[in-house]
């Protein structure tokens, strides 16, 4: 419960914040007092029915339960809750530094007015007349007139991705000594499934769907399958069952598998291993530090699968990269495939691709980012503006450095809020070309 308290006292005062910025806006363009008062009443009760929902954030017993509440019942109860929440922190974002920009400058000119102009007697004070609209009561309401604007886009990114997905262009990978056998060989990537709440059987059966329709000769599933409850793993067992590729189906796991399931463990791993065992009872195959051979002699191609390293049960960080583990796994796979073998590598967190690169791994398949978020403001030379943007080195889509190249997926799946603007989710493919072969 630590840490819920501090974010539930910011949740309180956003909260605060947004309902005085609508009650400013309200008092701005609505002069009869009495209109004035059943307006901001209405404002108050939908401002505490839209929070009502949120509880589950901050009471944890109410939030493993949602994955039992019908879909229906969910999009109409509880998503408008979750455009709300989108619409707090977008406010924030967007309004809070000019806010409190203006209080600053407005408590200075009180303070100089205070020094320069004498108090007015009491016979010679001017009867105060409240004005019907002025400019400045119009400019002083505009903070609050964001908010009703914020929440129609929430609303239309919770509601206007629920069943849309994008499936990318075809990229050309170059592979330095791809045989040619393994020539043209086509890869289908899905990431941060985030099976819970919000993706449940049908919506996976969906996405299975769409991949088999791409026929791939190879399916990777770079991490977070589950989203945060080990009992959703039977339905992400059911939903993926129908997934198919001519060269097998391989994942691995990301932060949320281990937050999931922290306490199944071998002699080799703790965390994860009853998701493992879940998924190999339909044949997906799952890379805990471990090398793949696709093909067979000469002709064939290393899979290296990174198992996620911050799984530490003494660690509460779970997000924290740890690059000398990294490191000193990539270091023994890369060893054990061999310098002159083509190597692609599945690995959660997109920051590995670094580390790859002296290793001459020639493809890396990441997830973890949800595209910068799943909030993107817009795109400046091609680097999304999101929520997660100063937070990692790479965000979305491709990458290339020193011959090798990284593919960040947006994911399927939703982290905490059900909603994606201007970041729909993906599924990725390419294509396997040797080297100098010019790259779509």
Known sequence: MGFRLPLLAIFVLLNLIAYLALRRTVAAWVPAAGRRRKILGGVAVAVFLLNLPLLVFFIRPLGGGL?????????????????????????????????????????????????????????????????????????????????????????????????????SDE??????????????????????????????????????????GLHPDLVAITGDLIDRDLASLPVAVRGLAGIRSTLGVFTVL?????????????????????????????????????????????????????????????????????????????????????????????????????????????????GHTHGGGQVVLGYVNGVPIGVATFRFKYLSGLYQENGCSLYVNRGLGYLGIPIRINCPPEISRFRLVRAGARVS
């Open 67 to 167: 994955d039992q509440i019908p879909t229906s019942l969910l999009r109409v109860g509880f998503y408008p809750a979750m455009a709300w929440l989108a619409t707090l922190l977008a406010f924030l974002i967007l309004a809070g530094p000019p806010m409190l920009a203006w209080g600053g400058i407005k408590a200075l000119v009180v303070l100089y007015r205070r020094k320069k102009k004498p108090a007015l007697s009491p016979l010679s004070a001017a009867p105060s007349v409240a004005p019907m609209v002025s400019r400045r009561n119009f400019l002083a309401g505009g903070a609050g007139m964001l908010i009703p604007g914020l929440y129609g886009a929430a609303l239309y990114g919770v509601y206007g991705n629920l069943d849309e997905i994008e499936i």
């Open 254 to 366: 990301g932060n949320h598998d281990i937050y999931s399931d922290p306490y199944s463990f071998t002699s080799n791993h703790r965390g994860g291993v009853k998701i493992v065992q879940g998924l190999e009872s339909i044949g997906i195959r799952t890379l805990r530090n471990e090398v793949e051979w696709l093909g067979s002699g000469q002709d064939r191609l290393a899979l290296l699968g990174l198992d996620w390293l911050t799984s530490n049960s003494s660690s509460g960080n779970f997000y924290r990269y740890r690059e000398a583990e990294t490191r000193q796994q990539l270091r023994q796979m890369a060893a054990q495939a061999g310098e002159e073998t083509p190597k692609l590598l599945l690995a959660h967190h997109p920051d590995t691709f670094s580390d790859a690169i002296p290793y001459k791994i020639d493809l890396t398949l990441s």
């Open 171 to 212: 990229v050309s990978i170059p592979v330095a000594n791809l045989p040619a056998s393994l020539e043209g060989l086509t890869v289908v990537q899905l990431s941060d499934i985030h099976v819970g709440p919000y993706i449940r059987e049908k919506e996976l059966q969906h996405a299975v769907s769409l991949v088999n």
